[in-house]
């Protein structure tokens, strides 16, 4: 204001030279007011700078820019944005909670396929061997097992089965059978089997190292019943029946079968008392003479004399 004062005197005292006494009054007392006006003036342009300063911090805010793309492909990653104060001056925002300028993002797991060791082929010959190992999906930061389409998405499935190369098989040595266990019937033979060279030789063409046997059937003596003796008194003979039986079909054996066997008796004595002693009491109980005639015992002459009436004929 002072330098729009001064200009519009010195224009007036250029352009007006004649009327400067007069203009000068009127001019000082004009410059005599606007001194007088000069205070009231400048509060009110802080006033105004004031309200200007407080619509600006109220029309402050933060400018955030778009998210950028994930900064990995798979697994945990990050992304970032351009975050600004709208006034460029990060002091008038600061009042403010300041958006997140980058954050985690999180995709699909990175897969992969792990596979174990493999097995050994088996010493074994046979027609088919395999060795195998361990494949599995797995994330390839954790270590943690996934399941396997994560992995199928990413490459195929490495193989887990292979083929050994063909072994070619020897033959099993053996020696001749051993004598049949048992003496009679059916019994059990054995014969070595070995392989000339250890895991060289097919398990499932292994001959039988054992097998059922047959001998001559089991046979025993089989007694008939003692025929009536050939006299009453006097001494006489008693005779029975003897055959070879074989015990498992009950069939007649010739007695060549059972030589081995003891034989037991088919002739005996019988009717040894004296035919011009009538017996008509046993000498002792006739229950103990019972016993002994059960036990064959009457063929025996004291049994007979001491038993006579139980031991008859």
Do not use: Y
């Amino acid at each position: 204001m002072r330098k729009s004062a001064e200009t519009l005197e010195d224009n007036s005292s250029s352009s007006h030279p004649t009327k400067t006494s007069s203009k000068s009054k009127s001019e000082g007392s004009k410059s005599k007011n606007q001194k007088q006006k000069t205070p009231q003036s400048s509060s009110d342009s802080q006033q105004n700078k004031l309200k200007a300063r407080e619509t600006v911090s109220m029309d402050v805010f933060w400018i955030v820019g778009n998210w950028s793309e994930c900064s990995t492909t798979c697994g945990i990653g990050a992304v970032w944005r351009a975050v600004t104060c709208s006034s460029e001056n990060e002091e008038d925002c600061a009042k403010m909670k300041r958006p997140e300028p980058a954050r985690t993002c999180h995709l699909q797991p990175c897969a992969t396929w792990q596979a174990g060791s493999w097995s050994k082929c088996p010493d074994d010959c046979a027609l088919v061997r395999k060795r195998f190992r361990d494949v599995q999906c797995v994330d390839s930061q954790s270590k943690r097992p996934l399941r396997p389409f994560h992995c199928q998405a990413v490459s195929s499935r490495p193989v887990s089965t292979l083929v050994c190369p063909h072994k070619p098989c020897m033959n099993w040595s053996v020696s001749p059978w051993g004598p049949c266990s048992g003496s009679c019937g059916e019994g059990v033979r054995e014969r070595l089997v070995f392989c000339a060279e250890p895991h060289h030789c097919s398990t499932t063409l292994r001959p039988n190292s054992t097998e059922l046997c047959s001998l001559e059937p089991c046979t025993h003596w089989e007694t008939g019943d003692w025929e009536e003796c050939s006299v009453s008194c006097g001494g006489g003979q008693q005779r029975r029946s003897l055959k070879c039986v074989a015990e498992q079909e009950s069939a007649v054996m010739p007695n060549s079968h059972c030589e081995k066997i003891s034989k037991p008796e088919t002739l005996r004595m019988c009717s040894m008392q004296d035919c011009n002693s009538v017996c008509r009491k046993n000498a002792i109980s006739s229950r103990f003479c019972e016993k002994l005639k059960l036990l064959g015992r009457c063929s025996l002459r004291s049994v007979q004399k001491q038993c006579c009436v139980t031991c008859r004929p």
